[in-house]
């Protein structure tokens, strides 16, 4: 039996019956979050040894692009933060206070 991700253990840890759909998709997003920082984890720990992605330009060359696994991890740890926050403040009613709370989402 496979085990379920970090992102679906995670989903399923803040989903509510009932949750307004704001925050579902706040939820559904820190589970894809989640999900990139395990797999950012496992390269980042040697378990995985590639990270990379294919790009394509007009002329239908290929090429090959690798990121920063470490800072990629950092920045995606950081937003899934905010994000759990988020919810927490939404259920609590606490009104969102501005564009601040989601520095760093692209």
């Not at 989903?15 to 390269?43: N, S």
């Not at 740890?77 to 009104?95: F, N």
Request: proline fraction near 3%.
């Amino acid at each position: 039996m496979r085990r379920k991700t970090a992102g679906k253990r995670l989903i399923e840890d803040l989903t509510r019956q009932g949750d307004p759909y704001a925050i579902t998709v706040l939820i559904l997003e820190c589970g894809r979050i989640a999900d990139r920082l395990e797999k950012l984890d496992a390269l980042l720990s040697g378990e995985q040894t590639l990270w990379m992605t294919l790009r394509g330009d007009h002329d239908g060359d290929l090429y090959v692009s690798v990121g920063n696994p470490l800072a990629e991890a950092r920045q995606q740890a950081t937003v899934l933060r905010h994000l759990i926050a988020a919810v927490h403040r939404q259920r609590a009613g606490i009104p969102f206070v501005g564009d601040d709370d989601l520095d760093g989402i692209a």
